[in-house]
C-alpha cells in the first residue's frame, strides 16, 4: 500500500460531529509523547498534515484525515499528560467512549506504545476499549530507534506478554518496532492498514 495523498477533513468532538460519509477508518491512539503525531506524518509523507506540538496534551479532538479518496485516518487525542486536569481526563474518557459507540465504520486501531517501558494503564485501557468493542489493534512500538536493532525482537516479545497477562484478550495482535526520526516500520504498518481494509478501500 502506499499513502498518494492526505488531507484534514475536520474534527469531531461529540457524537453528533461524526461525519456520515460511511467511508472506512483506521484510528491512531496513543500517549501524548509517545509521537503520534510524527509517525501519521511518516506514514503519509506529509511533514504538515498531523500537527507536532513541543507540549504533550495540546490535542484535544478526534481529528479526521482522507486518505487516497479512499478512507479516514483517524488521529485520536493524546492520554496520559500528567498536567491535564481531572476533568479534562474525564471528558477525553467520554469523547473516547462516544466514538467507539458510533465509530461503526472503524476497521482497525494502531495503538502507539514506547517500546522501552511496559504499557501504562491507559495504553491498557485503549487496549480493553478495542477488545471490549471488537476492534482489530496492533501496536505500534515507536521509539524503536532509541534500543539496539538487535534487542527489539525481545523487547516487543516482552511488551506483548505483558498485555496478554494484563488484558483479558481473545483476539490476535501484532507489535511492530516503528521510528519515524529512523524511517522504520512504516511498511509492516501500511501492511496491517491494507490488510484491515480490504483490496478496495486500501487503493
Not at 111 to 129: C, F, N, S
Request: hydrophobic share 40%.
Amino acid at each position: 500500500m502506499e499513502i498518494k495523498k492526505a488531507a484534514f477533513i475536520t474534527s469531531m468532538k461529540r457524537a453528533e460531529d461524526y461525519p456520515e460519509e460511511g467511508r472506512p477508518e483506521i484510528a491512531f491512539a496513543g500517549k501524548s509523547n509517545v509521537g503520534k503525531s510524527s509517525l501519521i506524518n511518516y506514514m503519509t509523507n506529509n511533514k504538515k498534515l498531523a500537527y507536532v506540538s513541543k507540549q504533550p496534551g495540546k490535542t484535544r479532538l478526534i481529528n479526521y484525515f482522507l486518505v487516497n479518496d479512499s478512507f479516514y485516518l483517524v488521529d485520536l487525542p493524546g492520554y496520559g499528560f500528567a498536567r491535564v486536569s481531572k476533568t479534562e481526563k474525564e471528558s477525553w474518557a467520554r469523547m473516547m467512549e462516544q466514538y467507539f459507540a458510533v465509530a461503526k465504520n472503524l476497521r482497525a486501531l494502531v495503538i502507539l506504545v514506547d517500546i522501552r517501558h511496559k504499557p501504562t494503564q491507559d495504553d491498557l485501557q485503549m487496549i480493553e476499549w478495542a477488545a471490549r468493542y471488537g476492534v482489530p489493534f496492533m501496536i505500534a512500538a515507536t521509539k524503536a530507534d532509541k534500543i539496539a536493532k538487535s534487542k527489539r525482537y525481545n523487547y516487543a516479545v516482552q511488551m506483548a506478554k505483558h498485555i496478554e497477562a494484563a488484558v483479558d484478550l481473545d483476539m490476535e495482535f501484532l507489535i511492530v518496532p516503528v521510528s519515524a526520526s529512523s524511517k522504520l516500520g512504516k511498511e509492516k504498518v501500511l501492511d496491517y492498514i491494507e490488510q484491515m481494509l480490504g483490496p478496495e478501500d486500501g487503493e
